[in-house]
């Protein structure tokens, strides 16, 4: 796999969570053990969009990566994934968490990875 799929992928998980935070937060706070009130479906949504933001940068990184500002971008993406795992993972560890939140962590994890592999190694 060449980074602009890998870009591709992470588009695609970013869009189907944008879209479960915008169009049905409850639902999509529950996949992981969470239940919202008011104030919470509106911090949902609005992770939904920050979420619709990054799919399309990834979807529009993925046909210039390999030029000076995709690697930046992918450096950014990188930091950002990196930060959302550890968070996810704190939670996880918390007693709040339910077993389905080792899920998120996962996939923070592998999409943090991913891109560290990509910008760092490769």
Do not use: E, H
Not at 30 to 52: E, H, K, N, Q, Y
Not at 54 to 66: E, N, P, Y
């Amino acid at each position: 796999m060449n980074l602009g799929n890998f870009l591709i992928v992470k588009s695609l998980i970013s869009l189907v969570f944008a879209f479960a935070y915008l169009l049905v937060p409850g639902t999509a706070a529950s996949w992981f053990g969470m239940a919202l009130d008011p104030t919470g479906i509106l911090l949902a949504r609005m992770l939904g969009a920050v979420f619709l933001g990054i799919g399309f940068i990834c979807w529009f990184t993925s046909q210039v990566s390999d030029t000076s500002l995709g690697r930046d971008i992918v450096l950014a993406l990188f930091l950002a994934d990196t930060v959302g795992f550890l968070v996810t993972l704190l939670a996880q560890l918390s007693p709040i968490a339910a077993a389905s939140g080792w899920v998120g962590v996962a996939i923070w994890l592998l999409l943090a990875a991913g891109l560290g592999y990509f910008r760092f190694v490769r």
